[in-house]
């Protein structure tokens, strides 16, 4: 017989190729970890990894052994949530990952009305706005924004986000309100840099009009947030999700301009989670009951175009 323990070890193994970071996540020592993964080739008769002083990457035998460990500890788990489900517990935890600007604004207090009404569960937060691997960061699920070509990854819409211009009524009262897209060339504004490329072409459309506005900035961030927050203290004009900004306008915090002109098409927002995983009853509750938040967000603050 497998160990689970000892399979659930090799999967993270492979997937941070670094045995020590698996064990230490596992709560494991070195020495049992190793011993294990000795075990496991010794009874397999098969070399899975190929190591390294830094890195522990798989050999042939073990990408081959590595999908059926996968599909093995999805279908315990697959088990595991539907005696739960016969029970209609609750349990256990979650771990999530989403875009900095929208986890702070309406997802952290939407998840604690989560955990409030399931108190058996607990969570693992994430934000920020790069990319994260599920796989090595070991995540249930994760919010993403755009189209995803991922086909490892299984995808519950949420809503649509278009970006609008905004700005706080002290700057505007300061530098004077733009009344279309292209005064935004000589305007301060507040720009949203991923990776650390600068997002300064900002397309617009109006009906059947097009344009993209070149914008230069004196603050960027890789950080939504931050472009979020930059803009409430009346820094300059940020290009936000409406989503993200919404709140904000209907409060005053911020001036929605031009709204006429927005962004075109729309980006899907999803929930994704890795295909080799079946997710538990958790996150199939998570899941709609987000679906039910945002559905509740857009009857609330339709967009004003």
Known sequence: MYSLDDLRLFVRTAELENLSAAARELDRTAATASAALIRLEQRLNARLFARTTRRMRLTEEGRVFLDAARKALAALEE????????????????????????????????????LDMHPQVSLELSIGDSITDLYRSNIDLAVRVGWLEDSSLVRRQLTTLRRVAVAAPAYLARAGTP??????????????????????????????????????????????????????AGHGVAYKSWFDVAGDVEAGRLVLLFPAWYQEPPMPLQLVFLQSRYPALRQRRLIEFLQERFAAFDARFPFPA
Not at 102 to 107: A, E, F, K, P, S
Not at 195 to 210: I, L, N, V, Y
């Open 179 to 232: 009344t279309h897209p292209q005064e935004l060339a000589s305007h301060d504004v507040v720009v949203l840099s991923p990776g650390g490329q600068p997002r300064s072409r900002w397309p617009f459309r109006s009906g059947d009009a097009w344009l993209e506005v070149e914008v230069i900035g004196r603050r960027s961030s890789d950080d939504g947030g931050i472009v979020r927050d930059w803009a409430l």
């Open 79 to 114: 088990g595991e949530g539907a005696l739960a489900e016969q029970r209609d517990a609750l349990a256990g935890p979650l771990r999530l990952t989403a875009p900095s600007d929208l986890g702070r604004t309406w997802l952290r207090g939407w998840l604690d009305e989560f």
